[in-house]
């Protein structure tokens, strides 16, 4: 049988592979060198007036070998491996939670989305899904003949709705667990001892009731009680994938409907998950209404802003209302003024859904979680949010930037103590108080308890340049993250203010400007006006970075808030 597939020897041929110049020079698969002694090697022999001739042959042949060929197209492939390389290795070993909208499972594009997470699985990241079934039971009770009771735009989970919240979790969870399957299994034939995970799902979380409230009784709705951290980490440690579904167990063995969003936050927060992913069904994004672009990314405290402008609230005991007029636990009355116009009202189910995910990302961070991202229902939108630069949804970050602040004259003094030690040691340049003083608002520091740890001074130029200088942090707080935090905050102000080359001068710390992706260049890289008045006596070494955009920053942030 071998010899039926076997290649004949003499049917192999050889063909030189077409290279781009390198080094010695190559050219067509050949060396250049080559090329020349073969044109001689034809003309060798000839008439001495063919030799003039031949001398203009190998002229031209010389010349033509000199040419640089222009180097060959990189395959799409290759450049979108390479650009992933950082990020699957950033996610390895990390652990993220997936939620799963249950009408998602209807969707055309369900079995290459769970193919999708499969492959995050197999990359290296520990896997908890928490799949949701309200548009099963709501398709249920309508088919029934059954008005669900809600109040305050909760679900009131009597006997027989509980009966169909069982009966469709069941059904959400083996179909997803059936899809999964599906997807493992071409793995797990091919390296069953390497690869063996599986699809785990019990009682990995325990649920107490709503309650009471307002007077309504909530019967069997209930919220997150406990999170069982270690016996989902057993699971991670065997390479298994953990399922969640919204019926959660008391401990005194009662079975309540919990809110699948407000699950998926409590398991990311207590699990203490590098980040969380909400999928929506309609695929709504943010869009900046001056500049018409789409927000790819927002920070939790601008997150928090847009919630509050448009009424959202994300509750103790896992609900979220927009423009609520229920149950109200902060106690405050707000008055008519308070109240976003009428323009800003949400009338979409589509921008309903984004801003309560967005809440519930929120949330998420608020208990510990890293990053939230919100995707909407298109092919491959996990793999390219995930893996390469520029994204496909919406990133909410926790706020690495709090605690920095404009520097005010107040601050002079706590600036000048800070960074006079290596003025002292020669590795900044003097900065008198009095000139200070007059460039105070070039200056951003960093503070912890009213104390000035970190500092770094931003100065623009012409041609969308910009230069950080001062960059210092005390001598206690290094090591924390705080001077990767203080360069990105003044990186992000760059963008902000249309600067995209941002360069630094330095004597001592260039290996740390290197390992964040600035590059040595010449003096006549510099602006020509902060190239006139450069030190030539000091001979700083100049290093400059171009930002894209605030993904790349985003990208930076993977590695210095691990």
């Known amino acids: 049988s071998a010899q039926i597939l076997a290649i004949d020897p003499a049917a192999i041929d050889f063909v030189t592979v077409p290279s781009h110049k390198v080094g010695g020079g190559v050219l067509n698969g050949l060396p250049a060198a080559e090329l ?15 030799g003039t001739a031949n001398t203009e042959l190998t002229t031209s042949t010389t010349a033509t070998t000199e040419v640089e060929a222009p180097p060959p197209e990189i395959p799409a492939f290759v450049k979108m491996f ?142 997150p009680r406990r999170i069982e951290v270690e016996k989902i980490r057993q699971v991670h440690q065997a390479n298994d994938i953990v399922l969640l579904t919204t019926l959660g167990v008391s401990p005194s063995g009662e079975i309540f409907n919990v809110n699948s969003e407000s699950l998926a936050a409590s398991a990311a927060g207590s699990l203490g998950a590098s980040k969380i992913v909400y999928f929506t069904v309609r695929g709504t994004a943010f869009r900046n209404k001056e500049t018409g672009k789409i927000i790819q990314n927002l920070r939790v405290t601008d997150a928090r802003n847009l919630l509050q402008h448009y009424r959202v609230k994300i509750h103790a005991k896992g609900f979220a209302t927009v423009d609520d007029t229920g149950i109200d636990e902060t106690g405050i009355d707000e008055t008519e003024e308070d109240r976003p116009s009428r323009d800003d009202m ?116 012409e041609g969308g340049f910009a230069e950080i200088g001062c960059l210092v942090v005390s001598r206690d707080y290094r090591s924390q993250g705080r001077g990767d935090a203080i360069l990105g905050y003044l990186e992000r102000l760059c963008l902000q203010c249309g600067a995209n080359k941002v360069f630094v001068l330095s004597t001592q710390t260039m290996e740390w400007f290197v390992e964040r992706g600035f590059a040595e260049v010449g003096v006549n890289q510099l602006p020509p006006s902060r190239r006139a008045v450069y030190n030539y006596s000091r001979r700083s070494k100049i290093y400059m970075k171009h930002i894209d955009g605030d993904r790349d920053l985003d990208a930076q942030e993977l590695w210095w808030n691990r």
């Open 36 to 50: 020349e002694t073969i044109a001689d090697d034809e003309d060798d022999g000839a008439p001495s007036d063919a």
């Open 346 to 461: 949400i009338q979409s189910p589509a921008t309903v859904e984004t801003l309560l995910k967005a809440g519930w990302a929120v949330s998420a961070l608020d208990r510990g979680v890293k990053r939230a991202h919100i995707l909407a229902p298109t092919n491959g939108a996990l793999l390219q949010e995930l893996y390469t630069r520029d994204g496909s949804g919406t990133l909410i970050s926790r706020d690495l930037y709090e605690g920095i602040r404009p520097a005010n004259v107040n601050d002079v003094a706590g600036i000048y103590d800070l960074i006079n030690p290596l003025v002292k040691a020669g590795t900044l340049v003097p900065r008198p108080r009095d000139v200070m003083e007059r460039d105070i608002r070039s200056y951003y520091v960093y503070t912890r308890d009213n104390l000035i740890v970190a500092c770094g001074q931003l100065k623009r130029f």
């Open 82 to 223: 390479r650009g992933s390389a950082n990020y699957i290795a950033n996610h390895r070993g990390t652990t993220a939670v997936f939620h799963i909208p249950g009408d998602l499972l209807e969707w055309d594009g369900i079995n290459d989305l769970i193919d999708d997470i499969a492959l995050t699985w197999l990359l290296g990241m520990k896997l908890v899904i928490v799949i949701g079934c309200r548009h099963q039971i709501d398709a249920r009770l309508d088919h029934k003949h059954i008005d669900p009771i809600r109040h305050s735009s909760i679900r009131v989970t009597d006997a027989e709705t509980l009966r169909i919240v069982k009966e469709e979790a069941g059904f959400v969870r083996f179909e997803v667990e059936r899809q999964l399957a599906r997807s493992l299994r071409v793995v797990k034939s091919a390296h069953e001892d390497e690869f063996s995970g599986n699809v785990v799902s019990g009682n990995f979380y325990s649920a107490q009731p709503f309650g009471v409230i307002d007077g309504v009784d909530y019967m069997y709705t209930g919220f």
